[in-house]
C-alpha cells in the first residue's frame, strides 16, 4: 500500500490488486488500483476505504499510523458508493473502533445496512456539506448508476479536489507514478487503454448517467481528480472528464479508426474467410484486432469492440443458430449497450443455416442499432465468388465507419 499527499491535510492511500475477477466476472489482466482518502481538519474523515482483498485491515491500520493518523480518529467514514471494492473494510474497521459516523446518500444507507447491518448513519443530499474545521468543508453531490444507484461525489472546497469514486476511473496497476503530471508517455497510452477497459466493463451500461455526471462535474470548480481506481489528475483534469466525454461516444458507435474481427469456426472454414478479409484490411491500411472466441476473455473482447468504429463478425452456424461464443459475446455487448457500430457478418453453414437469423434477433432484442453491410454466407468453404462478396461488405463497412471516428 502506497501513501501520497495530495495537500496539505489530504492524504491518498493506494494499493494494487491482482489476480482477481472484478466484480466476480471480469478477468483484468493488468491489475486494478483500489484508492483511499483521508482529509484532516479538526476531525478526520476517510473517503472509500482500501483493504487488501483478503479483508485483512492491518495493512490500512499501519499506513495510517505512518501518516500519523489514529485509526481511532477517524470520525467520519465516507462511502460514496457502496459497491464492497470501496467498502468491504467497514465491519473490519469497527472491530478497531466503535464510534463513527457514515455519511452516504439514502440509496447507500440501505445498503450499508443490509451488507453490514451498520445503523449510525447520516444521509447525504446534493449540497450538503460536512464541517471538519481548519477550513476543511466537505459536500455531497450524488451522481446515480455511477455505477450503482447509491453513488456520490464528494467535493473539497479550498483544494478543489472531487473524490469522484468509480467515475474517472480505469483498471491498470499503478508503479511509482500516481500523478497525471508523473506518467511517462507508455504510462499514458496505458491508462488510456485501461480506461477504455474499464468504462467498457464496468461503466458503459450506464453511459447516460455518466453523461449527467460530466454536466455535474463540470459545474464544479475541480483543481484536482482524484478517483477511485488509476491515477489521480492534479495538473489536468480536464483531460479525463474529456476522455470520459469520448468513451461515452464509443458506447454510441463511434470508436478509433480500428476493425474489431470479433470471430469463431468450427473446422476452419470461416477462418479462411477470416484470414482472405486480414488482406484486404492490410491492403487497405486499416488497424485491426482479432478476437477469437471463445479463447479471448470477456473482458477483452468488450474492451477492442467497444473502442473499435468497425466490427466484422465471422461465425458459422451451429445447430440451426449462430456460433454459440460469438453469439454470447453479442449478448454481453448489449448487455453493456455497447450502440450503433458499423458491422459485417460472415459465416460458413454446412447442413443447415440459422446463425443469420440469431444474428439479428440479438441485435434487436438489446436494441444495439448496429448499422450492418449485406451479410455474406457460403456453405462449406468460402470460393472465390463468396471471397468477392465478402471483400465487397469489407469495402462497404469501412465506408460506414468514416462517419464514426474519434480518437
Ligand atoms: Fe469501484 Fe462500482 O466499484
Redesign the pocket.
Known amino acids: 500500500m502506497k501513501k501520497l499527499k495530495i495537500a496539505d491535510g489530504i492524504h491518498m492511500l493506494t494499493m494494487n490488486v491482482e489476480d482477481i475477477l472484478f466484480e466476480g466476472i471480469w478477468e483484468i489482466a493488468n491489475g486494478v488500483t483500489l484508492n483511499s482518502y483521508i482529509v484532516q481538519g479538526e476531525k478526520t474523515a476517510i473517503i472509500d476505504g482500501v483493504i487488501g482483498w483478503d479483508g485483512v485491515p492491518e495493512t490500512l491500520y499501519d499506513s495510517l499510523e505512518e501518516m500519523g493518523v489514529d485509526p481511532q480518529s477517524i470520525d467520519y467514514l465516507i462511502v460514496n458508493?457502496m459497491?464492497p471494492?470501496?467498502s468491504g473494510w467497514i465491519s473490519n474497521f469497527r472491530k478497531v473502533k466503535n464510534y463513527f459516523t457514515i455519511i452516504c446518500t439514502d440509496k447507500a444507507a440501505k445498503m450499508v445496512s443490509s451488507f453490514y447491518g451498520e445503523d449510525r448513519i447520516r444521509v447525504v443530499k446534493e449540497g450538503d456539506t460536512l464541517d471538519l474545521g481548519k477550513g476543511r468543508v466537505l459536500s455531497f453531490h450524488p451522481v446515480p448508476n455511477v455505477?450503482?444507484p447509491d453513488t456520490m461525489y464528494t467535493y473539497e472546497n479550498a483544494t478543489g479536489t472531487l473524490f469522484s469514486?468509480?467515475m474517472f476511473?480505469a483498471f491498470g496497476r499503478m508503479g511509482d507514478h500516481c500523478f497525471d503530471d508523473e506518467l511517462t508517455p507508455e504510462e499514458k497510452e496505458f491508462f488510456e487503454t485501461e480506461g477504455i477497459r474499464y468504462y467498457s466493463n464496468?461503466m458503459a451500461t450506464f453511459t447516460p448517467s455518466l453523461r449527467k455526471a460530466i454536466e455535474k462535474a463540470k459545474s464544479l470548480d475541480i483543481k484536482t481528480i482524484a478517483p477511485?481506481?488509476g491515477p489521480v489528475y492534479r495538473k489536468n483534469p480536464q483531460k479525463i472528464i474529456d476522455d470520459y466525454s469520448r468513451y461515452s461516444l464509443y458506447a454510441d458507435g463511434s470508436g478509433k479508426n480500428e476493425v474489431t474481427i470479433l470471430w469463431g469456426s468450427m473446422y476452419g472454414m470461416t477462418a479462411k474467410a477470416v484470414e482472405f478479409v486480414e488482406g484486404v484490411l492490410q491492403r487497405e491500411g486499416v488497424r485491426y484486432s482479432k478476437m477469437h472466441m471463445p479463447l479471448e476473455s470477456e473482458s477483452e473482447m468488450a474492451a477492442t469492440v467497444f473502442r473499435s468504429a468497425g466490427i466484422i463478425i465471422a461465425a458459422p452456424t451451429y445447430e440451426y443458430k449462430l456460433f454459440p461464443p460469438v453469439a454470447a459475446a453479442l449478448n454481453e455487448l448489449g448487455r453493456k449497450k455497447i450502440t450503433g457500430k458499423a458491422a459485417f457478418r460472415f459465416g460458413s453453414y454446412g447442413w443447415s443455416g440459422g446463425a443469420e437469423k440469431e444474428l439479428h434477433e440479438i441485435i434487436e432484442r438489446n436494441g444495439m442499432k448496429w448499422d450492418f453491410a449485406a451479410s455474406v454466407e457460403f456453405e462449406g468453404a468460402p470460393k472465390e465468388d463468396d471471397l468477392k462478396k465478402i471483400e465487397a461488405g469489407v469495402l462497404e463497412l469501412l465506408e460506414k465507419m468514416k462517419g464514426k471516428i474519434l480518437e
Open positions: 458508493h459497491e471494492d470501496h455505477h450503482w469514486c468509480d476511473g464496468v477511485g481506481h
